[in-house]
């Protein structure tokens, strides 16, 4: 069973994730372009999960550390973990789920020894309006400068919405699957998949990060969210989240995904005040606040 949670979340004057720059005082950010030629803002998934895991730290959970040679690891007795070694992972394999998160739902790959497809499958945040050209500006002093300093262009995104989708398998939580035989083996008991599970959708509702938040602090949680649980990983609503150059949610295109999605059970959240045909959606939809919609698919 999965939870497939797809999601819009507004920014304000925003920076989240840099792009590598041509040289020159210019910070770019991330961004693809149309076959029109219009850019849209995006946010890798890499960066997401990245995100994700402070969020998740940030909650009180433990994350994996990372080895001289880039691995990630933990301590067992004050000691550092090799899990590049087969031997010592299988040893260690119920502290790999239980001492870490991280692990767990975002995956591992250890050439010497084990792999784990991630649980945890992430979308890029995409903008649904198109890239404006917008810069802040910066001053970036150089030692041995008296006074003033070198002019420094940062593109920002402003006032856009952005959206994304999670899709989570259940099932695969807190247990090592044979990517061979497919062969399950549980690991967590079930009180503790519930937790993770449970901390995996408190981490998505308190969902923040990105590039420059020092200067342009933003708020990436979801202001409105479909969430569903389905036998099929399929995001059905990747594509169905719309919004328009007036601050209006497409409610056709999202009711005709709706009718057509296979799912178990469905619940969408709103914030208020985000789009200005806010009355429509909730004259269209059963609709509950944000914190409702996720937690209404909590673990019992």
Partial sequence: MFLNIAYITKVNIASLNGAEGSGGNITPIKKVSSYDGEEFVYVSGQALRHYLKETLFQLGENIAEINEKGEPTFKVNGKYVNLDSKKEFDKYKEQ??????????????????????????????LSLLPYKGEVDYLTRKQKGENKGGNIVQVEIDTLNFMRGNIVINLEHIGAIVD??????????SEDEKKERINKLLEAIKNFNGGAKQARNLEDIAPKFIVVTKQQSANPFFLNALKVDKNMNLDIAVLKEAIDEADYKDLKIGLRSGIFNNEKEIRDNFEVVGIKEAIEYFKEK
């Fill in 179 to 188: 990517e061979f035989t497919y062969k399950k083996e549980n690991i967590l």
């Fill in 96 to 125: 790999v789920f239980k001492s870490v998160v991280d692990l767990d739902l975002f995956g591992y790959m250890f050439p010497n020894s084990y792999r784990r497809w991630s649980p945890v499958k992430v979308a890029p945040l």
